[in-house]
Structure formats: C-alpha cells, structure tokens
T-cell receptor, first 109, second 116 residues
Framework: QKEVEQNSGPLSVPEGAIASLNCTYS??????FFWYRQYSGKSPELIMS????GDKEDGRFTAQLNKASQYVSLLIRDSQPSDSATYLC?????????FGDGTTLTVKP | GAVVSQHPSWVICKSGTSVKIECRSL??????MFWYRQFPKQSLMLMAT?????????EQGVEKDKFLINHASLTLSTLTVTSAHPEDSSFYIC????????????FGSGTQLSVL
C-alpha cells in the first residue's frame, strides 16, 4: 500500500464546475497535509495546507481533512481553464514530505 | 513566501560526464534542503535530504556516490550527478521549508537533465 494515494484521473470538468480531488494516507501519525499544483514541465507550487479536521477555505479552493478516515480532499469551485494541471497531495511526517502520484485535472472551456 | 532558486533550468550532457545543479534559498536560511527526482507522468521521489554542515541523508536505493550532495552554507545546496547515463535523464527539483521552521515546502524551478 502506498503511503499517499490519489485518484489517478485524469479528471475533466467543464469551466465553472466544481472539481473534486481526493487523497488517502496510510500513516495515522501524520499531522500536516498539503495540496500542490504542478503545471507541465514546471515545479510544484503550494496551494493549500491543512492541519486539523474540517474544512479550510482559501478563495476558490477548499481543503477538507478527516483524520479518522485518513482522507484529504481538495475542492476547486468555479473551475477555470488555468486550473488545468496536476494536483499533488502531500503528507508531512518526521520532517519529510511524501507525495501522491497526482491527479491530472483538465478544465474545458 | 520563501524563494528558492535553482540553476540551471535545463542541461544536456554526454554520457559519462558530470553535471552540477545549484539550489539557493534567496530570502531565508535553509539548514535542510530536499532533492527530488521526477520522471515523466510520475510523482516526486525524494532522493536525499541535504543538511548544512553535515552529510546528506539518502533515501533507500539512491546511490550516494553517484548523486553527490554538498550543503556548505545556509543558503546553498548542490547536487552533482556523476558519470551521468541516459537513465539519469529526469527532472530534478530542490526544495526547502520556509521561514521559521514552516512546514510548507517551497520548490526551486527544477532542472531538466537530458543525458545523450
């Protein structure tokens, strides 16, 4: 079992729709969770971090964490073509970040 | 946010040569930096943790004699791929945690290495 698992995708949504990205992790001790966005040929950039159960909103992005279910999700509202990218879920443990394989999102105009 | 600068952005080299990649933290001091490798359509794989003033910690399966890491100052870490071969062709990315022990990772722009 991988430490961090994501829906492999690809995920395609129409412009203006809600995109939902999911991630599960195996280590219950993990405390810090992150979503990174990576455009093709570029390095990742942080878009959301979440540390406690519940929802965290930042603009069009909402991260959700459920530690009991070991589940993290990212919702993107009013999706735009510029949101088309690969989204990486990351879990921090013992000072090291472990990344999922990523979910590729395509937002169609 | 914290700025991490990585050079070069891309490099093409002949098989058997060595390539050095630099990673600098521009507006903060990074006692620890991380080096990742990413193959096409795959995720980031941690290669090693670079520690200022001490030896790097390599992940299982990563050859420390092939991927030399030097972290001589609080703002600079270098990765040297020695005797590069075509299978070493990949996207190499460095990163560091931000100010004051922040848990957020900030990435360099990456280096695309192509070994002919």
């Amino acid at each position: 079992q991988k430490e961090v698992e994501q829906n492999s995708g690809p995920l395609s949504v129409p412009e203006g729709a809600i995109a939902s990205l999911n991630c599960t992790y195996s280590d219950r001790v993990s405390q810090s969770f992150f979503w990174y966005r990576q455009y093709s040929g570029k390095s990742p950039e942080l878009i959301m971090s979440i540390y406690s159960n519940g929802d965290k909103e930042d603009g069009r992005f909402t991260a959700q964490l459920n530690k009991a279910s070991q589940y993290v999700s990212l919702l993107i509202r009013d999706s735009q073509p510029s949101d088309s990218a690969t989204y990486l879920c990351a879990v921090l443990r013992s000072g090291k970040s472990t990344f999922g394989d990523g979910t590729t999102l395509t937002v169609k105009p | 946010g914290a700025v991490v600068s990585q050079h070069p952005s891309w490099v093409i080299c002949k098989s058997g040569t060595s390539v050095k990649i630099e990673c600098r933290s521009l507006d903060f001091q990074a006692t620890t930096m991380f080096w990742y490798r990413q193959f096409p359509k795959q995720s980031l794989m941690l290669m090693a943790t670079s520690n200022e003033g001490s030896k790097a910690t390599y992940e299982q399966g990563v050859e420390k004699d092939k991927f030399l890491i030097n972290h001589a100052s609080l703002t600079l870490s270098t990765l040297t791929v020695t005797s590069a071969h075509p299978e070493d062709s990949s996207f190499y990315i460095c990163s560091a945690h931000g100010f004051g022990g922040s848990e957020k990772l900030f990435f360099g722009s990456g280096t695309q290495l192509s070994v002919l």
